[in-house]
């Protein structure tokens, strides 16, 4: 009788460290109210900043005839959804019949984003300033933008954006020159610190 006892006492001593993990409980666990969700780590918050970068290019067969270009966007959140946006492009050509030239933009954007969390960031804004270069006249510019930035990480997105721009000398020209714009499309990767 002592040896059964003895065994008893034995086995479930062994089999107590397993007994804890197979008990349920009705009761959910307590939330960890520090703990971002899922919603929350995709928003922006006044003072925010982001760096973006983008590019482009194309060749023919010979790779004689090309032209491409790189941007590079820094902005800061002057809200939680508007942010103030500093836009910087080059971009160059080397045809076939002439010589390497270079052109760029310089631009200040203002950009009013439609959603204020989640993945998807899409965006409405406009932009004024100047473009410059070999091949296009000093001039200044202005446009309508609008676009779309999906998070992959918390802090890092895909920007996809179009502008209907168009350039003028004077400031009396802005609302002629209005009709003889241009549309611009954009795609690039940015990241939020």
Do not use: C
Not at 6 to 13: D, K, M, R, S, V
Not at 40 to 52: A, P, T
Not at 79 to 105: C, E, I, K, M
Not at 167 to 179: P, Y
């Amino acid at each position: 009788m002592k040896l059964a006892t003895l065994a008893q006492i034995g086995l479930t001593a062994a089999l107590l460290p397993f007994a804890a993990f197979a008990q349920t409980t009705d009761q959910p666990a307590p939330l960890r109210t520090d703990a971002p969700t899922a919603a929350d780590s995709f928003d922006r918050h006044k003072g925010d900043r982001e760096f973006s970068i983008g590019g482009s290019g194309a060749t023919n067969k010979d790779f004689d005839d090309s032209f491409g270009g790189v941007s590079f966007s820094y902005g800061s959140y002057l809200t939680d959804t508007l942010a103030l946006v500093v836009r910087q492009s080059v971009n160059y050509s080397n045809p076939s019949t002439g010589g390497t030239q270079w052109n760029g933009s310089t631009k200040l954007a203002l950009d009013q984003h439609v959603l204020a969390n989640g993945p998807w960031r899409p965006f409405v804004g406009a932009n004024f300033g100047r473009i410059y270069g070999d091949s296009v006249r000093d001039t200044w510019a202005a446009g309508l933008e609008a676009g779309v930035k999906y998070y992959v990480m918390p802090r890092t997105f895909i920007v996809a954006a179009a502008e209907y721009g168009w350039l003028f000398q004077h400031s009396r020209s802005v609302e002629d020159r209005f009709d003889d714009g241009q549309w611009n499309w954009s795609l690039g990767v940015g990241f939020n610190f």
